[in-house]
């Protein structure tokens, strides 16, 4: 599976930005799609999953209520709505596609709130 992402960039503490990432190859295998950050210095982390399935969500207690993960099935596209921005989003956002053998990474997008 092969994943790109886009819609990461620049914004004031308060907005909001859209990240989308597109999957390609076996996506027939794909179980959970997700986003995951990696600040300066720090471990990667989960932000939110989806489940192919079920559609089922987790969410990061940080981010709850501020960001929301969705799916477009007939794309391959998971997409993650951030509002409410504070400058502790600031980090590199990878999406990450699981099947039962596999893990896929996407080559990452920065997001960069200013206070």
């Known amino acids: 599976v092969q994943l790109v992402e886009s819609g990461g960039g620049l914004v004031q503490a308060g907005g909001s930005l859209r990240l989308s990432c597109a999957a390609s190859?076996?996506?027939?295998?794909?179980?959970?799609m997700g986003w995951y950050r990696q600040a300066p210095g720090k471990q990667r982390e989960l932000v939110a999953v989806i489940t192919s399935g079920s559609g089922s969500t987790t969410y990061a207690a940080s981010v709850k209520g501020r960001f929301t993960i969705s799916r477009d099935n007939a794309k391959n596209t998971v997409y993650l709505e951030m509002n409410s921005l504070k400058p502790e989003d600031t980090a590199v956002y990878y999406c990450n596609a699981r099947s039962v053998l596999t893990s896929s990474w996407g080559q990452g997008t920065q997001v960069t709130v200013s206070s």
């Open positions: 190859g076996s996506t027939f295998s794909i179980r959970v």
